[in-house]
């Protein structure tokens, strides 16, 4: 991995924090649950942070590392209390916020999961679109990292890195490498940010092995899933009809959920982060041992530039 290409763009965010315009819903199926979920994306005040409502049950759960109880194929949040008020697949939807530079928002939803939609997180980058996103007036705190902080699981690792000098927001950096031919290695470094988020990633799919399909239906996951919204490999075969979206859809596809589950530190990155054959588990691993080092971060809130009158 050291050796992937690291793009020293420029980040592009706003110094400012965000949030939507106007409130904006739509409808779908749960991925896992099969259920039909109805989700509204409401605007938040500043230093909110992302907050899931399960409006059918009354409770609200606030999108951070600390709250996931689930890593099983998504990420899942859920209050200690209530553990039956459960939030999965997360990941998606944080991506887009992430990518958007959305800080503080409600999410409203009637069920157990967001939909799936497409199985990216491009519908959501359209309904952010539509809502339209306003900076707040309250600086957006950053975390950054100060010292390499490593998680593993045999030859799997992920890791956060201090930012390269003069390089703003969160470079990433993750292969993969899967048994199945259609899929087989791949590797992507990218730098986070809205213009490269909604070109790079943001249309990458969720993926299946079709070997396991019925093993995933039978524990009571993938109940909705469907060839509209997932990609269903079959060793060298991709049995989409329509076929892959890019090339390497799958690596994308991981580091678009590394994004979003990232994207439960509660604030923007600063620094690298470096994966192979990482997945929700480790990525929320990575952040509760970020957390656990006093001296591996620090928060800090930039000056937001101001425009001479």
């Known amino acids: 991995m050291d050796g992937l290409p690291l793009s020293l763009a420029p980040a592009t965010a706003s110094s400012w924090q965000r949030t939507l315009k106007a409130p904006i819903s739509c409808v779908g199926v749960g991925v896992h649950s099969g259920c039909r979920v109805s989700l509204t994306l409401r605007p938040a005040p500043p230093g909110h942070g992302v907050v899931f409502r399960r409006t059918d049950l009354g409770v609200d759960i606030q999108a951070r590392y600390h709250h996931v109880v689930d890593t099983r194929l998504s990420t899942v949040l859920a209050l200690k209390h209530r553990p039956e008020a459960r939030v999965g697949t997360v990941e998606h939807l944080m991506a887009a916020f992430a990518g958007a530079g959305v800080d503080n928002a409600f999410v409203e939803l009637d069920g157990p999961e967001p939909p799936i939609l497409?199985?990216?997180?491009?519908?959501?980058?359209?309904?952010?679109?539509?809502?339209?996103?306003v900076d707040q007036d309250v600086p957006r705190p950053v975390i950054e990292i100060r010292r390499r902080v490593r998680v593993t699981d045999g030859d799997a690792f992920a890791?956060?890195?201090?930012?390269?000098?003069?390089?703003?927001?969160?470079?990433?950096?993750?292969s993969i490498d899967f048994a199945a031919a259609a899929i087989g290695r791949q590797a992507l470094s990218f730098h986070l940010a809205a213009d490269s988020f909604r070109r790079e990633l943001a249309g990458a799919r969720t993926f299946a092995l079709a070997e396991e399909v019925e093993q995933l239906r039978a524990a009571g996951l993938g109940l909705g899933g469907s060839l509209d919204n997932a990609v269903v490999v079959d060793q060298a075969r991709v049995l989409n009809p329509a076929g892959l979206r890019m090339p390497d859809e799958f690596v994308r596809h991981k580091l678009l959920d590394a994004v979003g589950d990232l994207a439960l530190a509660g604030a923007p990155l600063h620094g690298r982060f470096i994966a192979h054959r990482s997945g929700h588990r480790l990525n929320n691993l990575l952040l509760h041992a970020l957390f656990a080092d006093a001296a591996a971060w620090r928060e800090v809130s930039p000056e937001p530039l101001s425009v001479a009158a």
């Open 118 to 133: 497409d199985g990216s997180a491009a519908p959501f980058v359209f309904l952010l679109d539509c809502a339209g996103i």
């Open 159 to 174: 890791e956060l890195r201090p930012p390269h000098q003069g390089v703003a927001g969160l470079e990433m950096a993750l």
